[in-house]
């Protein structure tokens, strides 16, 4: 079976998943999949072979973030081989250095930010902020990007981020413009630190535009993701296989691409 590495997945400790998952459902006004959990996220990927799994949550106040890290941190030494985890960071904390640092000594190898649940807009201060600090230690991020409803990770604010802080390797969320794929392509496929992630993007283009999307920013710029709990990755699955592509490009979306970001081999 193919190898497959998940590079957007969302995880919960137990007692706050089922909360967890409806606020995102009613965030987004769509339907929910799966439950949050760790034990979720590893029977779900046990459906397409996946063999590790990039994991993440959001501290929507300052003060969550030193408890989800530790959580995030908790289940990647729980499951080492598998498990790969990005810590979060709050705009508003009032000591971004140290939390950074804390998110380091915690085992953590990433940052992920949510612009529109954090409300910040990458083209800010506060953003610009955080970017320095993350450029300094050599960071990777994940950003959520694109909502036609808001003006926080759209491309005319995720550009600007991008190009000050050209050694910050991204990876662009839902191809680095949800609800506006075509757009985001456009503006931002020449930007040389920018990955993107194919998650909860699929079900609203044709193969046809999903391959489009591919060839401009580059097949060896594209991560495989299913947005856990959002998509089940068997639906996830199917509709990448009807992307016309060819095996070798496949390969490299489904695991060598984010198996070299993230340092596997």
């Known amino acids: 079976m193919q190898k497959v590495i998940n590079s957007h997945c969302h995880i919960y400790p137990i007692k706050i998943a089922p909360r967890a998952v409806d606020g995102i459902k009613d965030f987004y006004d769509l339907n929910m999949s799966l439950d949050g959990t760790v034990e979720g996220l590893i029977e779900d990927g046990n459906t397409v072979g996946a063999v ?3 994991v993440h949550s959001v501290a929507t106040t300052p003060k969550q973030v030193k408890s989800i890290n530790e959580f995030i941190s908790g289940e990647v030494k729980s499951h080492p081989d598998i498990f790969t985890g990005f810590g979060s960071l ?3 904390s009032e000591d971004i250095e140290g939390d950074l640092d804390y998110l380091i000594e915690l085992g953590l190898k990433g940052v992920k930010v949510h612009p529109d649940f954090q409300q910040f807009a990458l083209n800010a201060e506060r953003a610009f902020r955080m970017g320095a600090a993350i450029s300094d230690r050599g960071l990777p991020m994940m950003i959520h990007c694109g909502d ?3 003006n926080y990770s759209n491309p005319e604010q ?3 981020f991008l190009e000050e802080f050209p050694d910050i390797t ?3 969320a839902h191809f680095a413009g949800w609800s506006m794929w075509e757009r985001a392509t456009e503006e931002l496929a020449k930007m040389p630190n920018l990955y ?6 699929l079900y609203s283009l044709s193969p046809e535009t999903a391959r489009d999307l591919i060839r401009g920013y ?3 710029k594209v991560l495989w993701a299913t947005d856990f709990p959002m998509w089940t990755s068997k639906s996830e699955m199917e509709m990448f296989n009807r992307i016309d592509l060819t095996d ?3 390969n490299k979306i489904l695991y060598e691409n984010a198996a070299k970001l993230l340092g596997l081999e």
Request: proline content about 7%; cysteine-free.
């Open 52 to 54: 590790h799994y990039l």
């Open 90 to 92: 709050h705009p508003d």
């Open 148 to 150: 036609f409803r808001y």
């Open 158 to 160: 995720l550009k600007p």
């Open 170 to 172: 991204v990876i662009g």
């Open 196 to 201: 993107v992630d194919t998650s909860s993007s």
């Open 218 to 220: 580059g097949v060896e």
């Open 248 to 250: 070798e490009e496949r």
